[in-house]
C-alpha cells in the first residue's frame, strides 16, 4: 500500500482522523452551496424554492439576529437549557443507583427488568396526558417529560455497564474478602464510571431531541416555544433559527461531555 493510502486509511480499514474531517467538511460545503442555490433570488421574488417554505441562509441569519435583538433568543436558550439540567439531573439521581442495583443484585433485576424493558418502549408522548393531569402545566411538566423520555435508557445502559466489568476484578475482589456494598463501591460502580458516563451523553442527546414537544404545549418560553410562535407566524426564518440552535447547544454539550470522558474517565 502506498503512504498515501497509508496516511488515509487507518486500522481495519478505518479513514484516518484527517481524512474523515476533509470528508465530513467537503459534504458539509456542497450541502451549504445546494441550499445556497436553491434559495438564491435570482431576480425580484424569484427563487427556485419559495422561502417560505426553504428560507436562505441569509434570511436565517436574518431571523436569528431579530430573535436576539427582541431578547426572545438568548432566554429561550437559557430556559431549554435549565430544564435539560433539571431532568438530567434527576435522571441521573434515579437511574444510575436503579441501574447499578439491577446490574449487580439478580433478585433486583428480576424484579425490575420486566417495568423497565416495558416501559422503554413507550413513546413519552404518550404520557403527555397523564403528566398535565398530575403535574400540570407549569415547569415540573416539562422537566418530568424530558426525565421520562431519558430515565428508562439511563437505567438499562447502566446495568449493561455494570455487567460489563470484567468477571476477574469481581473475582479478586471477592477472594480478598470484599462484602457485596464494597465490591459495588470499590470495583463495580468504579469500573463501570466510563459506561455510565456514556449513558449520560446518549440521554442528553435524547433530551434535546425531545425538548421541542416538551415545550411544544402550555409552554411561555424555552426554544421550543419560539419555534411553535414563529411556525404558527409563518416565519420559516426563526423556526430554522430556533432548530439550527438546539442542534448547536446539543452538539456542543455533546463535545463537552465527551470531552470529560477523554479527560478524566480515560479507562
Not at 487507518?10 to 484527517?18: D, E, I, K, M, P
Not at 434559495?39 to 441562509?57: D, H, I, M, N, Q
Not at 445502559?157 to 457485596?180: C, F, H, L, Q
Not at 434535546?208 to 409552554?219: C, F, H, K, P, S
Request: hydrophobic letters at 55%; proline letters at 4%.
Amino acid at each position: 500500500m502506498s503512504n498515501q493510502k497509508q496516511r488515509l486509511i487507518g486500522a481495519r480499514g478505518a479513514l484516518s482522523r484527517r481524512a474523515d474531517t476533509t470528508l465530513s467538511l467537503v459534504a458539509l460545503g456542497v450541502a451549504f452551496l445546494a441550499w445556497f442555490l436553491v434559495t438564491y433570488e435570482y431576480a425580484p421574488e424569484k427563487r427556485l424554492v419559495l422561502g417560505l417554505f426553504l428560507p436562505s441562509p441569509m434570511d436565517i441569519v436574518h431571523g436569528t439576529q431579530d430573535l436576539f435583538r427582541m431578547g426572545e433568543m438568548p432566554g429561550a436558550i437559557w430556559v431549554s437549557l435549565w430544564r435539560i439540567a433539571q431532568a438530567m439531573f434527576y435522571t441521573i439521581l434515579v437511574g444510575v443507583p436503579v441501574g447499578v442495583l439491577m446490574g449487580s443484585v439478580p433478585v433486583i433485576d428480576a424484579l425490575l427488568r420486566k417495568f423497565v424493558d416495558g416501559f422503554k418502549s413507550v413513546p413519552p408522548t404518550a404520557f403527555i396526558g397523564l403528566i398535565i393531569l398530575w403535574f400540570g402545566i407549569e415547569e415540573r411538566s416539562k422537566t418530568v417529560f424530558l426525565f421520562l423520555g431519558a430515565i428508562f435508557y439511563m437505567i438499562l445502559m447502566t446495568k449493561n455497564a455494570i455487567r460489563n466489568v470484567p468477571e476477574s476484578y469481581v473475582t479478586v475482589a471477592t477472594d480478598i474478602g470484599a462484602s457485596p456494598l464494597q465490591l459495588i463501591r470499590g470495583v463495580l460502580f468504579p469500573g463501570a464510571l466510563p459506561q455510565i458516563w456514556d449513558a449520560i451523553i446518549v440521554c442528553n442527546g435524547l433530551m434535546w431531541t425531545y425538548i421541542i414537544l416538551a415545550e411544544w404545549v402550555n409552554a411561555n418560553s424555552g426554544l421550543g416555544h419560539t419555534i411553535s410562535i414563529a411556525s404558527r407566524l409563518n416565519r420559516s426564518d426563526e423556526v430554522f433559527a430556533g432548530v439550527i440552535a438546539i442542534a448547536v447547544i446539543s452538539a456542543s454539550t455533546d463535545w463537552a461531555l465527551r470531552a470529560i470522558r477523554r479527560r478524566f474517565l480515560n479507562w
